[in-house]
């Protein structure tokens, strides 16, 4: 069984930092790719930023210059760096990869169960 779990997440003023943390576990064979995702209230998920299973990162415009993803392999974990954030940054925060599991042929895609972040002065 493979599990993400998020945290850091948390209310913050306009302007503000918040660093997002997923860790992945369980019977893990291999990760081909992580990312974050985010659903504003009565909007679709969306893709803030990502690593393809190349190592490439990609990030939607909205954030460019402002948030940075990063990972650390050794830990299974993928972070999320938010700088200079804004109102319209309120959302949940979703952790999603591409994990193969000990035993399995192909890789599945997991989600973790979100941390909220709210930007509000």
């Known amino acids: 069984q493979v599990q993400l779990v998020e945290s850091g997440g948390g209310l913050v003023q306009p302007g503000g930092s918040l660093r997002l943390s997923c860790a992945a576990s369980?019977?893990?064979?291999?990760?081909?790719?992580m990312a974050w995702y985010r659903q504003a209230p009565g909007k679709q998920r969306e893709l803030v930023a990502g690593f393809t299973s190349g190592g490439r990162t990609n990030y939607a415009d909205s954030v460019k210059g402002r948030f940075t993803i990063s990972r650390d392999n050794a830990k299974n974990t993928v972070y999320l760096q938010m700088n200079n954030l804004k109102p319209e940054d309120t959302a949940v925060y979703y952790c999603n990869a591409a994990i193969r599991e000990i035993g399995s042929y192909h890789p599945y895609n997991y989600w973790g169960q979100g941390t909220q972040v709210t930007v509000s002065s």
């Open positions: 369980g019977s893990i064979f291999s990760i081909n790719g």
